[in-house]
Nanobody
Framework: VQLQASGGGLVQAGGSLRLSCTAS????????MGWFRQAPGKEREFVAA????????YYSDSVKARFTLSRDNAKNTVYLQMNNLKPEDTAVYYC??????????????????WGQGTQVTVSS
């Protein structure tokens, strides 16, 4: 399974970006696809996840109401729309795939596949 993330870039505070993650090789219909981020000197943290079989979405408190997940099943792609970006959102963003749903969807260890990461930089 390969995950290809794209869409990062440099944006001013208050701006928007849309990240994409395309899976090839298999789907995660029984699990979930998630986004995590890692800032320099910090641990990787959960951002958002969408469950494959129920379309249920989960967000961290820090991005809730600003970030929105969606997906295109025909393209096997998940999107993360990021609005009202803040400097503290600056990080490398990784998409991840979980083959079988696990309630600890916020734990990176529960994900089997990872994309290469895409840099998001928000200037103040």
């Amino acid at each position: 399974v390969q995950l290809q993330a794209s869409g990062g870039g440099l944006v001013q505070a208050g701006g928007s970006l849309r990240l994409s993650c395309t899976a090839s090789g298999r789907t995660f219909s029984r699990g979930a696809m998630g986004w995590f981020r890692q800032a320099p000197g910090k641990e990787r943290e959960f951002v958002a996840a969408i469950r494959g079989d129920a379309n249920t979405k989960y967000y961290s408190d820090s991005v809730k109401a600003r970030f929105t997940l969606s997906r295109d099943n025909a393209k096997n792609t998940v999107y993360l729309q990021m609005n009202n970006l803040k400097p503290e959102d600056t990080a490398v963003y990784y998409c991840a795939g979980q083959q079988v749903w696990h309630i600890y969807y916020y734990d990176p260890a529960q994900y089997n596949s990872w994309g290469q990461g895409t840099q998001v930089t928000v200037s103040s």
